[in-house]
């Protein structure tokens, strides 16, 4: 099956954000305290989205890919990807991240089927980076 826009293109890209948490306080992003939790009945459930990606997969999406906030401080994060990369008929799984939790996560990302990574860097200059993003260290991203 083939998705199509009102213009004729073939629709085969979902993005599917997990989680509107990050551990950065970007300021074109989000304000210097953070976002109000919201509670956990809010937010879809990672089952929730393994079967979203389930029914897009049917319809001819082809590659999803993961983002945020930041996707990789959800807890779990590892599993459902895992979980997501298995659903078959899915060719690309793909994640968005700032960075800062790669050093300790790449290897497990790799390993639960994550075939590429786009890492948002705003400034590769040590202040501007702390001042976009309210205090980051751009030697850890
Ligand atoms: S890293 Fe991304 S999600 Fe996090 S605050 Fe900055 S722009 Fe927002």
Do not use: W
């Amino acid at each position: 099956m083939k998705l199509l826009d009102t213009h004729g293109r073939h629709i085969n890209y979902l993005r599917l954000s997990v989680t509107d948490r990050c551990n950065l306080r970007c300021s074109y992003c989000m304000p210097e305290q953070g976002i109000e939790k919201l509670c956990h009945d809010d937010i879809l459930t990672y089952e929730d989205l393994v079967c979203v990606a389930r029914q897009a997969v049917a319809i001819g999406i082809e590659k999803i890919r993961i983002t945020g906030g930041e996707p990789l401080v959800r807890r779990d994060i590892i599993r459902f990807l895992k979980e997501l990369s298995a659903v078959p008929g899915l060719k690309q799984l793909v994640l968005t991240t700032n960075g800062l939790l790669l050093a300790e996560m790449a290897e497990d990302l790799f390993k639960a089927g994550v075939q590429r990574l786009n890492i948002s860097l705003d400034s590769l200059k040590e202040q501007t980076f702390a001042h976009i993003t309210r205090g980051g260290d751009v030697h850890r991203s």
